[in-house]
C-alpha cells in the first residue's frame, strides 16, 4: 500500500515537473498579406476546406486544442506542426516561387486524392476536418485550374 | 545495265539503314536538347536504372520517368522538376538503402548540384 503511494506520487511530480519543459509549440501569427487566403487563386469553398483540414499544422494559425498547453501531449502537437510547417506553411504562401507553388499544388492534389492528408491520427481527433469525396473533388479541380493559371 | 543494278540494290540497302536509323536518332536528339550532356550523364549513372522502364520498383516509376518527362504537360512538368529539386536538396535520392548496397551509386556534391541548377532553370524558362 505504501509503495503505490509512493509510485502514485512520483508519477503526480513527475507530471508537473515536466510541464516545465518547454514543448516547441509555435506560436500563432496574425495573417498577412502572404497567406493564401488572400491570393487570388484560391475561390469559393476552397479556403474553407484549407483553413477547416490544413491549417492546424500547415499554417500560422493553428486552432490550439487544450491539450497542447499540457505535456506530454503538446510535445507530439509541436512535432507534427513544426515539420507541417516546414513542408507547406500556407501562412507564407507568397513567399514561394512559381515553381514551389506549382510543386505544392500537385503535392496537395496528390496527397488528397489518395487520402494521405489530412492524417488518420489528426482525423481521429478532429472529425469536422474529414474531406468528404466532393470536398476532394473540389479541391483536386481547384489545385488544376490554379496550377493552369499560374503556367498561363 | 549491271552498274545500274548494282546502285539500285546499294541505294535500297543505304534506304533500309536510314529508316532503320531515323526513330533512333530522332529521340535521341530529342533528349539532347532536353537533357545536356553532362546532366544526362549524372542521370545515365545515378538515376536512370531505377526512374526508367527498366525500373524494379513501382513507386520509382510512378514518382518520375525521365523519358516521359520531356512530354508531360507544363504544370505537370513544373510540378516534377520542383519535387527533383526539394529531393536532392534533402539528400533524398538515390535512397539510402541503394547507396549502402551499392556505394558507388552515392550522388557526389557536384553531381547534385549539376542536377539542382538544370531543374531550377528549366522550370524558370518554362514559367517565364
Redesign the interface.
Known sequence: MKTLKVILLAVIVLFIVIQFIPSGIPENKPENEKNISKSSLVTGPVLDHLRNSCFDCHSDQVQFPWYAKVAPSSWLLADHINEGKESLNFSGWEDYS???K??F???IKDEVESGNMPLKSYLLIHRDAKLSSEDILSLSKWTEAA??K??E | MKTSFFIVVILAIAGLILLQGTPVSESMQTKGSFYPSEVRKVIDTKCYGCHSAQGQSKDARNALMWDSLPNLNKSRMVATLDEIVKELRKNGMPPAGVVKKYPEMKLQNAESKILQSWAVSKADSLLR
Do not use: D, S
Open positions: 512559381k515553381r514551389e506549382i510543386g499544388l500537385q503535392k496550377m493552369a499560374i503556367v
